[in-house]
């Protein structure tokens, strides 16, 4: 390519790449600004006197440490809980050849399609004849037999040789045992991807503990959050300095898993 | 080589998976079918109404004014968004400097939660302390009041949606890119083919499969959005950014029609079969994910 097309293309992606990321950084410099200077007109780019004040008012007047710890609860669980069964059926989906098996995992793809939108209605009333509801296991059990993570293990594990198994069988190992002490070692790859994903899904969530929660002290971050705008009176200061908060964990996990996260998105989206 | 034997085994494995699959996907799916045809408000007993709830939506002028406003943000997001992350990974995928920092740059939006991005863009475009107003206003124009105006409420809806999912579906769109043979290009030059030239007859035609993923998804994720919408505007102005699940959330949950809530949801679900079918069709792509 012409060097000179090539260096203002460079230039356009990194103008495009910073005005990306803005928003993000506008609100990080604001949640540092002390309430005076958070509504000055004109605004200053840099917080003159930077305070951690509007943390510790997020901290201490919204009950926030427990909406963090009740989500840093939620999420944890229901990964560990997706890992576990979606790498199960993603095994029986690779390695064994049963009756409507193919049925069974084409519906299991066809529920993508079926979002949580869509049934909220019944899915409360079923999340209450089952004593689920503002109880915080109805939002780890529910979501954590994804579609997406059946697909992902499955796809990862039809690559794994059959002949490994085939050996272990013949070496009288159990089928738990090959999948535990084989199988999950050899996914290693997309488990951690799953893992990250599932993760930012839960933490993410808004919807589900929408519907299943209305007990204040159950509240996850992003329900206590929605919770905060709703009010007439919208305390910006406070306001930011959650949103923030809740940015940190998944910014947090995107820095050191990036690869990671990239190859997920990749396989999902090539062979769906 | 797939197990004969052991034909228990592998229910087993799928079990739990298929367990909560019922229970909360299967089962509420029926029961909200069922339920589309009483009348019901969660105290009472419900009443079988037969369609009843489906003549009220259709003979209400309220739903074909959200079902259109739905589609105008549908429509306008669905194909900004491809155009958007399309560009963005024809950009990252040339092998320019810092291009792995861009791509996480592009990417940073993507894992947000939509109730922060809702947040976010609510004080960006704030009318009285926004930045946005605050650059207007400074290069000589006067302030909009983006959030308190129908119209602008609309397009800060859809712009915060471009800019919260483009980066995901660039990372598709890089893939697919990526799995183009380079040979095709290689020949293309030698042809003497423009880059022009080799993006429409060689790359658009070669992304088919990855676009057809992108336009399905980013479909059914427009017209389920309903936490952005909670944060960045609550529907309004009036009813401006009031989309389907809104409502359905608003006649379940605020004005306790179970039944009519439940009717919309099936109409919902059949528009998002329909739309999937349709881009199916017409891009021309079936293939079996299980081969």
């Known amino acids: 390519m012409n060097r000179w097309v090539s ?15 803005l928003p993000v950084i506008w609100v990080v410099i604001s949640s540092f600004k002390p309430g005076t200077e ?23 007047k919204g009950n926030f440490e427990r909406y963090f710890l009740n989500s840093l609860y939620v999420s944890t669980l229901s990964t560990i809980l ?14 064994f050849s049963f009756k409507g098996d193919r049925l069974i995992f084409y519906t299991f793809i066809a529920t993508l399609m079926v979002p949580l939108q869509v049934i909220m209605v019944p899915i409360f009333l079923v999340i209450r004849r089952l004593g689920l509801y503002n109880s915080l296991w109805g939002i780890i059990i529910p979501p954590a037999a994804t579609p997406t993570g059946v697909f992902l293990m499955r ?10 198994i085939e050996s272990a069988r013949i070496d009288g190992a159990s089928e738990w045992r090959i999948f535990w002490l084989i199988m999950l070692p050899l996914a290693k790859p997309v488990l951690t991807a799953l893992t990250i994903f599932s993760f930012m899904w839960r933490w993410n969530d808004f919807l589900w503990p929408f519907i299943v929660i209305s007990n204040e002290q159950k509240y996850t971050i992003q329900v206590a959050i929605a919770n905060f705008v709703g009010q007439f009176y919208v305390d910006w200061n406070s306001l930011l300095a959650m949103s923030v908060l809740a940015m940190i964990p998944v910014l947090i996990i995107f820095l050191i898993f990036q690869r990671h996260f990239m190859k997920g998105i990749a396989i999902t989206g090539l062979k769906m | ?24 996907v299967v089962v509420p799916a029926l029961y909200g079918f069922a339920l589309s045809f009483t009348r019901w408000d969660v105290i009472s007993e419900p009443v079988f109404v037969g369609v009843g709830n489906y003549i009220s ?88 009041n983006w959030l308190t105006t129908p119209g602008w409420a609309m397009l800060v809806v859809i712009l915060a949606s471009v800019w919260a999912r483009a980066g995901y579906y660039m990372v598709m769109f890089l893939a697919g890119l990526q799995g183009i043979p380079e040979v095709y290009y290689e020949a293309a030059k030698i042809d003497g083919a423009s880059r022009w030239q080799q993006f429409w007859r060689i790359t658009l035609p070669l992304l088919k499969p990855t676009s057809l993923v992108v336009l399905v998804l980013c479909s059914i994720e427009s017209f389920k959005v309903f936490d952005l919408i909670v944060t960045l505007t609550t529907g309004g102005p009036g009813r401006a950014t009031t989309f389907l699940v809104q409502d359905i959330y608003r006649w379940a949950f605020q004005r306790g029609d179970l039944g009519y809530a439940s009717a919309m949801s099936v109409v919902l679900l059949l528009i998002l079969g329909l739309l999937t079918v349709f881009q199916f069709r017409l891009t021309g792509i079936g293939g079996d994910a299980y081969e």
């Open chain 2, 1 to 24: 080589m797939k197990s004969k034997r052991l034909q228990l085994i592998p229910y087993l494995f799928i079990l739990p998976n298929v367990v909560i699959f019922l229970v909360f």
């Open chain 1, 38 to 60: 958070l509504f000055a007109w004109p605004p200053t780019f840099w917080p003159k006197s930077a305070t951690v004040s509007n943390y510790i008012d997020a901290l201490n």
């Open chain 1, 82 to 95: 997706t890992l576990v069964i979606n790498s199960m059926a993603g095994y029986a989906f690779a390695k």
């Open chain 1, 7 to 21: 260096r203002v293309l460079q230039a356009a992606g990194l103008v495009l790449a910073v005005i990306f990321v």
């Open chain 2, 57 to 144: 939506i259709f003979t209400s002028s309220s739903f074909w004014e959200t079902t259109q406003r739905t589609l105008v943000y549908v429509l306008t997001v669905v194909p900004l968004t491809y155009v958007v992350s399309l560009l963005l990974a024809l950009l990252v995928d040339s092998n320019m400097r810092l291009r792995t920092l861009m791509r996480a740059f592009f990417y940073v939006p993507a894992m947000l939660s939509a109730v922060v991005i809702g947040v976010s863009w609510r004080w960006i475009f704030g009318d009285y302390f926004g930045i946005i107003n605050y650059f207007i206003e400074r290069y000589g124009g006067t302030p909009i």
């Open chain 1, 155 to 164: 796809q990862y594990m039809i690559t794994i040789p059959d002949e490994i």
